[in-house]
C-alpha cells in the first residue's frame, strides 16, 4: 500500500489537495446566510451584475474605476447565468470556493523549488488550512488576491534566480495582474526594487545586481512614462489609483505610520503561529551560508513583508485606525511557511545565538501588540487573527490576552527550538493542525463568518425570504429605496444586495455609511404638495415603488412589511413622499425628553412605537406616556421600558384632527451621558432608542 501511494505522482496529490479543499469549502460556505463586509460586498456584486448586464463597471449605475477589474469579471458569468439573486449569491461563493483553493498551486511550486516533494505538498496543504480560507464565503478579492499574489511571489523568485528578459516579462505580467486584482499590489513595485538589493547583500557579492539591470531601467521608464503621462492629462499620479485617489492625497503622520506598521507586523507574527517569523529572522541572520535558492526564496519573502506591511499600516494609520488589517497581508503566510519547510529539508540548523535570537525577537513581538485595542466588532471582517483570542475571552491564562500567547508561543517556540532534526517535520505538521484549530472560530465561532452573516441578515432583514421584494414586484418595474437614517443601515444593504428590483437610493441627511451613487432628495413642508420629496434639482421623484423605513409613510398601498425593522415595501400613488413627520428624534435614534409623530391626510389608524433602552446610560425602567388629542380629549398609553436594552412595543389608537393625526410621546426618566457615563463628550438629554413606527391605516 506504501509502495502504491509512492507511486502516486506529485501533480496527482497536488490535484487531490486543491479538489478536497474545494469540497470543504464548497460544504462550508452553504451556511453564510448573507453578506456582512460591507460596502464591499455590495460593490463588488454591484460591478459583476453591471459587468453581466451592460458590458461596463459602475455601481448603483454610476460609472466607477480603481476597483478591481478581474473579481468582477470572474463573478459576471455567475450573475449573467441566474437571475435570481439569492442563487447568484449561491453560486459565486462556490466560485470563491475553487478560486481560492488553487492558491494550493504556486505555494506548491514555491516550496517545492527549496525543499522535497511530500514537504512541498504540505506547504500546498497549510495554504489551504489558514483561517482567511473563510473569505471564500464573501464577495471580496481575497478570494482571487491570494493565489494571484502567491504566483506574483513565484514569478519573482523564478526571476530572482534567473534574471532574463523572458523572466522578466512573465514578472511584468505578474504585476499587472496583481493590480487588476487589487490595488494594494502597488506595493509590490518597491518590493521589486529591493529584492535584487536583499539578494546581493545575502550573497555579499555586488555583481549579483549587474543582471537585474534591465529591471532597475524598465522601472526608471515606466516611473517617467507615468509622469509624463498625467502631467499632459493634468491629473495626479493618485487618480491612477481612481476609486482609491484619497490614499494618495493628503500627508501622514511619521509616528502614527511607524506604530500601525509595527502593529500589523506584530499581528502577522502572531497569525502566522510566530515559528514562521522567527524562521525568517533566522534566514536573514545567516543568510550568507543559505543554498542560492533559499536565499532568492529569503529576498523575495523579506521585501514582500517590509513593503506589504508598511503600505497596509499606513493606510490604516490614516483610514483604519480602530484595526489592523491581516486581510491585505495573510497571502505572506505560505511564503513564511516555505521557510519553515527548507529549514526542515536542510536538516534543522539552528545555530545556538542566531537561533535564540530569532526566536526571542519573533515571540516579543507577540507580546507587545495590543490586543485589547484592536480586538472587538472590527475584527470580525479584518483581523481574523484576533479573532481566536477574542472567542476565550472567557478563558484566558491569567486572564490577559499577552499571557496566554505567551504560554501558546512558548510551546510552538520550543517544539522548534528542542524538536530532533530526524522529527523536525513535526514543526509544519503542527502549523498545519494550529491553522485548522484556529479557523473554526474564525468560520463558525461566536465572533465568525457564519454569526456575522446570520446577524446582519437579522439587522437587515429578518424573518422575511431574503428576495421578498422581487417576489413581490412585476419584472420591469423598478423600486427606490429612502434612507432616512432611523433604520439601521442594512435595511438598504441586504435588500439591494438580494433584490434585482431594488434600484435607486435616495437619503434625506446623509447617505448610507461609505454609499456612493445615492441622491439627496428634500421634504416639501407647505403648499399642495406638503410631504413630497424633490432632488437637488426640484424635481419631484416619481417612482412606482418605494422601500421605506417605519417614519416614512406615503399616499400608496402597502405591499408587504417587515415588521421586526420597521421596514415597508409600498406600491405609490403619487410622488414619492412622507405624510409622517416626526421631531424630537436625533439621527442615531435617540429621543429626547419628547417625541412627537404626526401624519398628514390621516383618517385614523394605530400606531405602535417599538423603543428600548440603554443601560450604560439609565439603569432603571422608564416610563413612556403616548398621547392623542382630539378637542381636548384623546388615548394615553403608558408602558414600562426594562432597563435591559429589550425592545418594547408600543401601540396607541389614533384618531385624526383636521384631516391630521399626532401622537406625542413622553420619556421619563432621561440622562445626560456627559454627566452618567465617564469620559463621555455627549452633552444630550436622552431618552429612549426609537427602532420603529408601524403605522396600521383603519385600525
Known amino acids: 500500500m506504501t509502495d502504491r501511494l509512492a507511486r502516486v505522482p506529485g501533480w496527482a496529490w497536488l490535484a487531490a489537495i486543491v479538489g478536497l479543499s474545494w469540497l470543504l469549502r464548497l460544504w462550508l460556505v452553504r451556511g453564510m446566510a448573507a453578506p456582512f463586509v460591507f460596502v464591499d460586498e455590495a460593490i463588488y456584486t454591484e460591478l459583476a451584475r453591471s459587468l453581466a448586464d451592460t458590458g461596463s463597471f459602475a455601481v448603483r449605475e454610476t460609472a466607477v474605476s480603481g476597483y478591481s477589474i478581474l473579481y468582477p469579471a470572474l463573478l459576471a458569468p455567475v450573475y449573467a447565468l441566474f437571475d435570481n439573486l439569492v442563487d447568484a449569491y449561491a453560486a459565486a461563493k462556490a466560485t470563491n470556493a475553487v478560486v481560492m483553493s488553487l492558491a ?93 538589493l536583499l539578494l546581493a547583500l545575502l550573497r555579499s557579492r555586488r555583481s549579483a545586481l549587474r543582471p537585474f539591470v534591465p529591471l532597475y531601467a524598465l522601472g526608471a521608464a515606466a516611473a517617467i512614462g507615468l509622469v509624463v503621462l498625467q502631467a499632459v492629462r493634468g491629473r495626479s499620479l493618485s487618480d491612477l489609483l481612481g476609486a482609491y485617489s484619497i490614499v494618495g492625497e493628503g500627508g501622514y503622520d511619521v509616528d502614527q505610520v511607524l506604530r500601525f506598521w509595527l502593529w500589523h507586523v506584530e499581528e502577522l507574527d502572531l497569525y502566522v503561529g510566530i515559528v514562521p517569523f522567527a524562521a525568517l529572522l533566522l534566514a536573514l ?80 513581538l507577540v507580546l507587545v501588540f495590543p490586543y485589547v485595542r484592536f480586538i472587538g466588532e472590527p475584527a470580525k471582517s479584518d483581523s481574523l487573527g484576533l479573532i481566536p483570542l477574542w472567542t476565550i475571552n472567557e478563558h484566558l491564562v491569567a486572564g490577559r490576552y499577552w499571557t496566554t500567547v505567551a504560554v501558546v508561543g512558548a510551546a510552538v517556540l520550543a517544539l522548534y527550538l528542542l524538536v530532533p532534526a530526524r522529527y523536525a517535520v513535526a514543526v509544519p505538521l503542527v502549523l498545519l493542525v494550529l491553522f485548522a484549530v484556529l479557523s473554526r472560530p474564525v468560520w463558525s465561532g461566536p465572533h465568525g463568518f457564519v454569526a456575522a452573516g446570520i446577524g446582519a441578515l437579522r439587522q437587515g432583514n429578518p424573518g422575511l425570504a431574503r428576495d421578498w421584494i422581487d417576489r413581490a414586484v412585476p419584472a420591469g418595474d423598478e423600486v427606490a429605496v429612502l434612507w432616512t437614517g432611523r433604520a439601521d443601515r442594512f435595511t438598504v444593504n441586504m435588500n439591494e444586495f438580494f433584490n434585482r428590483r431594488v434600484g435607486q437610493v435616495y437619503y434625506t441627511d446623509q447617505p448610507t455609511p461609505g454609499g456612493f451613487g445615492e441622491i439627496p432628495v428634500t421634504r416639501l413642508t407647505d403648499g399642495v ?46 410622488p414619492l413622499s412622507s405624510r409622517a413627520e416626526v421631531t424630537g428624534l436625533y439621527p442615531d435614534t435617540w429621543s429626547g425628553p419628547r417625541v412627537r409623530w404626526r401624519l398628514l391626510r390621516c383618517e385614523g389608524g394605530r400606531l405602535t412605537a417599538t423603543v428600548h433602552g440603554d443601560p450604560s446610560l439609565v439603569t432603571q425602567a422608564q416610563l413612556l406616556r403616548a398621547a392623542n388629542r382630539v378637542d381636548g380629549a384623546g388615548v394615553d398609553t403608558i408602558a414600562r421600558v426594562p432597563p435591559t436594552g429589550e425592545r418594547v412595543s408600543v401601540p396607541i389608537r389614533v384618531k385624526p384632527s383636521d384631516g391630521t393625526c399626532t401622537v406625542d410621546y413622553t420619556v421619563t426618566p432621561t440622562a445626560n451621558p456627559s454627566e452618567v457615563i465617564p469620559g463621555s463628550t455627549d452633552d444630550r438629554e436622552l431618552g429612549l432608542h426609537f427602532d420603529a413606527f408601524l403605522w396600521e391605516p383603519g385600525r
Do not use: C
Open 285 to 364: 541572520m545567516v543568510g550568507r551560508g543559505l543554498p542560492g535558492r533559499l536565499q532568492e526564496h529569503v529576498a523575495a519573502t523579506a521585501v514582500l513583508v517590509f513593503w506589504s506591511t508598511l503600505a497596509v499600516g499606513t493606510f490604516a494609520s490614516r483610514f483604519a485606525s480602530d484595526r489592523v488589517q491581516d486581510r491585505y497581508l495573510f497571502f505572506l503566510a505560505p511564503l513564511l511557511v516555505v521557510i519553515v519547510l527548507a529549514w526542515v529539508e536542510l536538516g534543522a540548523p539552528r545555530p545556538r545565538v542566531p537561533t535564540l535570537a530569532s526566536a526571542a525577537v519573533a515571540l516579543a
Open 104 to 196: 494550493a498551486i504556486p505555494s506548491y511550486l514555491l516550496a517545492r523549488r527549496v525543499a522535497g516533494e511530500r514537504l512541498a505538498l504540505l506547504g500546498a496543504a497549510i495554504a489551504v488550512v489558514v483561517p482567511s480560507m473563510a473569505y471564500t464565503g464573501t464577495m471580496t478579492t481575497e478570494s482571487l488576491f491570494y493565489p494571484v499574489a502567491l504566483g506574483f511571489a513565484f514569478v519573482l523568485v523564478r526571476y530572482l534566480e534567473r534574471p532574463g528578459w523572458g523572466w522578466l516579462a512573465a514578472l511584468v505580467v505578474a504585476l499587472a495582474v496583481a493590480f487588476a486584482t487589487r490595488s494594494q499590489s502597488l506595493a509590490f513595485v518597491p518590493a521589486l526594487a529591493t529584492a535584487p
Open 529 to 574: 404638495r406638503a410631504g413630497v420629496f424633490v432632488d437637488p434639482d426640484g424635481k419631484v421623484v416619481e417612482v412606482p415603488y418605494a422601500l421605506l423605513d417605519g417614519s416614512v409613510i406615503p399616499d400608496g398601498e402597502l405591499v408587504d412589511r417587515n415588521e421586526t425593522v420597521g421596514t415597508a415595501l409600498w406600491s405609490l400613488t403619487g
